[in-house]
């Protein structure tokens, strides 16, 4: 089993930043992505940033130069930087990993309870 503990969300004005962070823990033989999702209310939860173990990375357009993703392989850490906030960034945002428990080519996918980030105008 694995488990992801987030941290960092928040309340910030327009304009502000704020940090996320993602520990993944449990049986782990590998991680073959980290990334963040949102869900906003009323809408679904989409793709914000996403980085891969070898260090390539997928970003939503809508976040594109204002958010860094980056992730630490060692202590299967994922964060995400997020700047220049908007309004409309405000969601819960999840973190989720695709994660190989042991040297068996049989992936999973876990979540995090997800975490609030409010942007006020």
């Known amino acids: 089993q694995v488990q992801l503990v987030e941290s960092g969300g928040g309340l910030v004005q327009a304009g502000g930043s704020l940090r996320l962070s993602c520990a993944a823990s449990g049986i782990i033989f590998s991680i073959n992505y980290m990334g963040w999702y949102r869900q906003a209310p009323g809408k679904q939860r989409e793709l914000v940033a996403r980085i891969f173990s070898g260090g390539s990375t997928n970003y939503a357009d809508s976040v594109k130069g204002r958010f860094t993703i980056s992730r630490d392989n060692a202590s299967n850490t994922v964060t995400l930087q997020m700047s220049s906030l908007k309004p409309e960034d405000t969601a819960v945002y999840y973190c989720?990993?695709?994660?190989?428990?042991?040297?068996?080519?049989?992936?999973?996918?876990?979540w995090g309870q997800g975490t609030q980030v409010t942007v006020s105008s």
């Open positions: 989720n990993a695709e994660v190989r428990p042991t040297r068996t080519p049989l992936d999973y996918l876990y």
